[in-house]
């Protein structure tokens, strides 16, 4: 199985900026999906973004316009930007690869993590 290691978390202010990066153990072109999801305290899972090898991406409505996701496959690296970050963004995000034919950041978040992930935490 691919390892990931997640980095880039950090705190902010509401309205601030930061780059997550997600650092793959192979070749992440041959990957057929990838994708964030995050855990705040006491919640859910979320799928935030994932993006499939053909392109095909998806955020979920709370993000979209802010978060952008993106791969890197020379440095076998997933990249999430987000930018005018909100006090509700606060949680632990992780990174998710799976193969096969469907891309979903929904069943993202019934993966095992494989990484220790990278906290956000967003001040108001």
């Known amino acids: 199985q691919v390892h990931l290691v997640e980095s880039g978390g950090g705190s902010v202010q509401a309205g601030g900026s930061l780059r997550l990066s997600c650092a793959a153990s192979?070749?992440?072109?041959?990957?057929?999906?990838m994708g964030w999801f995050r855990q705040a305290p006491g919640k859910e899972r979320e799928g935030v973004a994932a993006?499939?090898?053909?392109?095909?991406?998806d955020y979920v409505d709370s993000v979209k316009g802010r978060f952008t996701i993106s791969k890197d496959n020379a440095k076998n690296t997933l990249y999430l930007q987000m930018n005018s970050l909100k006090s509700e963004d606060t949680a632990t995000y992780y990174c998710?690869?799976?193969?096969?034919?469907?891309?979903?950041?929904?069943?993202?978040?019934?993966?095992?993590?494989r990484g220790q992930g990278t906290l956000v935490t967003v001040s108001s």
């Open positions: 998710a690869a799976k193969q096969g034919t469907s891309c979903s950041r929904i069943y993202l978040t019934s993966l095992p993590t």
């Open positions: 192979e070749n992440i072109a041959d990957i057929y999906c």
């Open positions: 993006i499939a090898t053909h392109g095909w991406i």
